[in-house]
């Protein structure tokens, strides 16, 4: 659990979130706040609090633990004007078998079925938890409330 929670503050300090300011539902057309009361929104007391959240709340999946699988998902959302999760999407993930010749044998499946089936794991559980979120303090731009569109790495390395 330590090495998640570690694991999760490192990719996210190093990494980073971006963000972009969305105008309509499609989240698309990004504004870059750079003016006078611009302000991105902020979760409870910043990024180490989100790190720190997302460390504890994350569930590493049995069947990956069981087995030696690790993996990254790049997850976006959207942080609505009245501070609510939305849109919630994992964009990428990527899978790594400590011990994929064993876990091929075993489980019958191909490389690509077994890719599949974990990397869905990594990003249902990811998926899980940035939406379980509470609200965050809604961005501005110009002084009004704005939707800001996020980017998260989320790391699943077995302890």
């Given at each position: 659990?330590?090495?998640?929670?570690?694991?999760?503050?490192?990719?996210?300090?190093?990494i980073g979130l971006k963000a972009q300011v969305v105008q309509d539902s499609t989240?698309?057309?990004?504004i870059v706040l750079t003016g006078k009361g611009d302000r991105l929104p902020q979760f409870r007391s910043g990024m180490n609090d989100l790190a720190r959240y997302i460390?504890?709340?994350l569930k590493y999946p049995k069947e990956a633990?069981?087995?030696?699988?690790?993996?990254?998902?790049?997850?976006?959302?959207?942080?609505?004007?009245d501070g609510t999760i939305s849109h919630v999407q994992p964009v990428q993930s990527l899978v790594h078998f400590k011990n994929k010749r064993k876990l091929l044998e075993k489980s019958g499946m191909?490389?690509?079925?077994?890719?599949?089936l974990y990397g869905n794991l990594f990003?249902?559980?990811?998926?899980?938890?940035?939406s379980?979120?509470?609200?965050?303090?809604?961005?501005?731009?110009?002084g009004m409330p704005v939707r800001?569109?996020?980017?998260?790495?989320i790391t699943f390395a077995n302890p």
């Open positions: 659990m330590k090495k998640t929670i570690i694991t999760t503050l490192l990719a996210i300090l190093s989240c698309v057309d990004p460390g504890f709340h633990k069981k087995n030696g699988v690790e993996g990254r998902v790049i997850t976006t959302f959207v942080v609505e004007a191909s490389e690509l079925e077994l890719t599949n990003q249902d559980e990811a998926k899980r938890v940035i379980s979120m509470p609200k965050w303090t809604p961005g501005h731009q110009a800001v569109k996020y980017t998260c790495p």
